[in-house]
């Protein structure tokens, strides 16, 4: 891995803070998160629910502005949408009526025309995720993975800074998830992006990680900052390192007294 | 299921329902025979099918009208509808200063109304099709509303963090989401448009088979107001079917 110096800081986040104004009184979704990620590293954040993990990445996408703190991506401070970041979502969210092809086009047509270079690119992606012959079939016609899949094509079609995922795997079963996880760390392997990965599979954590975070509940805050040993590209085979057993332990008794802590 | 239970299956749900009508059909010829109903009350099925045969090119004039003016009131429905719908979703002030206040326009009473549109705007077409509109646009604007404010949290977001318009979230993501619910609203629509045809020409007295209808009731033409409701009936019908085969062909390219 490379020197990791104030320049490769990808993204920072100081004693980041949000509160949710809400009819029924403030919410307290994020009481305070440091971090530094450095470029290039893939971070997962585990912790229980409702700790404020997705909160914290719509804060980093730009999509919820924080109460207080700082935010910065590439030394700018976040202000607004961040069209750098690609995103996924526990659901595919793609649109029914167009095909899959045209789904991994959509950041782009929302932006601007699409170019036949840009066609080139989400071919390219369709053949990266496996679904060159799915192009153009409607998502109804894919399996939950492959529809998964396909909303990670999407989200690697502005060739984006940082990859943002929330819990993107978890409406999948165990199989095809496993799957997704080695599919996922071979594109990372190829491409190196910064990514967050927001997961409540501490075994899905370690294998993909670089890096990873805890947070607690109440107040929510980053409880532990752990980094993942293992060189790359990883192989499935990691899960017999004895090493492997013991940060799953690690972790679990971590997030463990993080909820037997909260009130 | 093998071809022949589907033909089987298929035909079962064509005659059945056939099948009840003509019972209920055969139910009211005996009846008015056995029972010697005079026509004046209620004339046979018979009797009333004759007399559609025999008036049927005067009664195709008069439908002319009603037709015509259901389709204008229907097709303003759906523009006037759409374009509320997208205003109050799109725009807070819209919303908070114009919903409220639409969603009340529909406790009035709306048939109560009827009179006043002769007094603003005469006895003529535009008074019809503007109490037609009147009653069935509600149902395009809730529909597509709902269908507006279908679209999932999280790709709305997405739609943001790629930096799209607000304007290209609606052409593209919103509106092609919406379009199955509209066409649930347009076939209320397409029904109660002429139901407000109907009762303007009960109003306005001037022509069309709503016209009919009252002039043949006050001639104690039973047979006839009989053979203009049938008539009336299966422009409901096509005029509905047209809708549906439009959300059919609409389903192919935006349903799920
Ligand atoms: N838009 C919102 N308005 C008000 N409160 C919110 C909003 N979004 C989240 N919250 C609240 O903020 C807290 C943190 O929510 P968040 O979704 O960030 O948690 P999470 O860690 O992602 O949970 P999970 O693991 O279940 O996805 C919760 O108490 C939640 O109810
Ligand atoms: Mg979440």
Known sequence: MSARGAAAEAITAARVRKVYETPSGPVEAVAEASFRIARGDFVSILGPSGCGKST???????LEPATAGSLRIDGVEVSGPQVDAGMMFQDPTLLPWRSVLDNV?????????VSAADRERAEGLLRMVDLWGFRDKRPRELSGGMRQRVALARALIGDPRILLMDEPFSALDAITRDEMGLALARIWDTTHKTSIFITHSIREA????????????????????????FERPRQPSV???????ELYLHLKASIHRTTAGAA | MTRAQLTRAHARQVLLPLLTAGLILGAWEAAVRIGEIPDILLPAPSAVAIRLYETLPFLLKQAVPTTLETIAGFAISTV?????AVLVSASRLAREALYPNIVFFQLIPKIALAPLFIVWLGIGSPSRVTFSVFISFFPVVVATLTGLTSVDRDLLR???AVGGSGWKTYAQVRFPAAVPHIFSGLKIAITF???GVIVGEFITAQAGLGYMILFAASQAEMALILASIALLCVIGLLLYGAVVAMERVALKRYGA
Do not use: K
């Open chain 2, 158 to 160: 997405l739609c943001r």
């Open chain 1, 105 to 113: 086009l959509f950041p782009i047509g929302m932006r601007r025309r």
């Open chain 2, 80 to 84: 006037l509808g759409i374009a509320l």
């Open chain 1, 56 to 62: 914290l990445m719509l804060m980093v996408a730009g």
């Open chain 1, 206 to 229: 370690i294998f993909l990680s670089d890096r990873i975070l805890v947070m607690g509940r109440r107040p929510s805050t980053i409880v532990e900052d752990i980094r993942v040993p």
């Open chain 1, 239 to 245: 899960e017999a390192d004895a090493r492997f057993n």
């Open chain 2, 193 to 195: 448009a002429m139901i």
